[in-house]
């Protein structure tokens, strides 16, 4: 599975961005999808994920009420809504494919996407 994310940049705190991961392979669209985010001197933790069908998702405890993730699975894409941003949501933001959406919240993922880096000012 390979896996191309976009939608990162500079946003005041408040504000809002989108992040978009397409999936590619043979079985992307079989697998769960889903973000994690490392920021500056911290371990990479995890954000979100969902699993094949869209029908269930896991949220990390800080994203829950601020974050939506969601997958289109015509175009296998999984995107991540981020609203009320805050400067503690600093980080490069990670796509991420596991056979288990559960397995990755527990931080583990079997393929992983190049980051896309988040800057929330204050």
């Known amino acids: 599975v390979q896996l191309q994310a976009s939608g990162g940049g500079l946003v005041q705190a408040g504000g809002s961005l989108r992040l978009s991961c397409a999936a590619s392979g043979r079985t992307s669209g079989t697998y769960g999808l889903g973000w994690f985010r490392q920021a500056p001197g911290k371990e990479r933790e995890f954000v979100a994920s969902?699993?094949?069908?869209?029908?269930?998702?896991v949220y990390a405890e800080f994203a829950k009420g601020r974050f939506t993730i969601s997958r289109d699975n015509a175009k296998v894409t999984v995107n991540l809504q981020m609203n009320s941003l805050q400067p503690e949501d600093t980080a490069v933001y990670y796509c991420?494919?596991?056979?288990?959406?559960?397995?990755?919240?527990?931080?583990?993922?079997?393929?992983w996407g190049q980051g896309t880096l988040v800057t929330v000012s204050s």
């Open positions: 969902v699993i094949p069908n869209g029908r269930s998702t």
């Open positions: 991420a494919a596991d056979r288990s959406a559960w397995r990755m919240a527990q931080g583990e993922s079997e393929y």
